[in-house]
């Protein structure tokens, strides 16, 4: 095991597939700026170690991931840091190779991004989607206003992205935000099962079609990604620190849009 960012990331390898886990359990896998960081420098390695075929990422205990540590926004210290930035932002670019998202629990805010960053979703009963930072003011300058949009179309992106409402499994599946629907508590087992699946595959024909699907989109997504931070940064600089500071005064917890 290999720990990063303090211990708030660790990663393991086995029979060619590396997991991820955002080791955050008491605040739900929200990750500060470092855990941020840390996701980026476990990945590059992963990226880097030729034995390594695919990835799974997922969150220790109950939840994916609850999306940016709305404490430290709240503070002002992350503020202009985007998770799909050049300063070791994990989702600013795709990898070389497949990245499968486990998903327990919620999977919202930044959270979302990540879980969109990935090339494929398998949620449990218990999956969550959402973009909950929506009542607090907050953009999404992570990759997802451009990701989402690729996945499930564009219409039903708005509609997650305009409202933040909650999309459970079922509904994910439906619209294939998940790509696998399976019983709570076996996300991560699933998920690892369906890396190994692709690890065992010749690695030339499966890579070179999955670069080909990634790369097809008119716009390349770090150009489309630039112009979202762009665009997202009158609502950081001008609601978001606020709104994340009402969430951390007790404003709008589980899941109270009020």
Aim: glycine share 10%; charged share 25%; proline share 3%.
């Amino acid at each position: 095991m290999r720990d990063y960012a303090n211990g708030k990331v660790r990663s393991t390898t086995d029979n060619q597939v590396t997991t991820v886990v955002i080791n955050r359990a008491d605040v739900k896998n929200a990750c500060d700026v470092e855990t941020v960081k840390g996701l980026y420098d476990a990945f590059q390695d992963f990226e880097q170690d030729d034995d390594a075929k695919a990835a799974v990422l997922t969150g220790a205990g109950n939840s994916f991931c609850a999306g940016a540590d709305l404490a430290e926004l709240a503070s002002g210290a992350s503020i202009g840091f985007s998770w799909a930035g050049t300063d070791k932002g994990v989702t600013r670019r795709r990898l070389s190779k497949p990245v499968i998202a486990a998903v327990e629990g919620h999977a919202v805010a930044a959270g979302l991004a990540l879980a969109v960053w990935c090339d494929m979703r398998v949620a449990s009963d218990t999956a969550v989607f959402g973009v909950f930072c929506r009542r607090f003011g907050g953009p999404m300058p992570n990759g997802c206003t451009v990701r989402l949009p690729r996945i499930i179309g564009e219409s039903r992106a708005l509609d997650m992205l305009m409202t933040g409402r909650p999309v459970a499994a079922d509904e994910a599946l439906l619209f294939g935000l998940a790509d696998r629907r399976v019983a709570a508590g076996t996300a991560l087992e699933e998920a690892q099962a369906l890396a190994q699946q692709l690890a065992r595959f010749p690695q030339l024909a499966l890579l070179s079609d999955r670069a080909s699907s990634i790369s097809q989109w008119d716009f390349t997504e770090v150009d489309a990604i630039d112009r979202e931070i762009e665009g997202s940064k009158p609502a950081f600089e001008q609601q978001f620190q606020s709104g994340a500071g009402r969430f951390v005064g007790g404003q709008g917890r589980h899941g109270d849009f009020s």
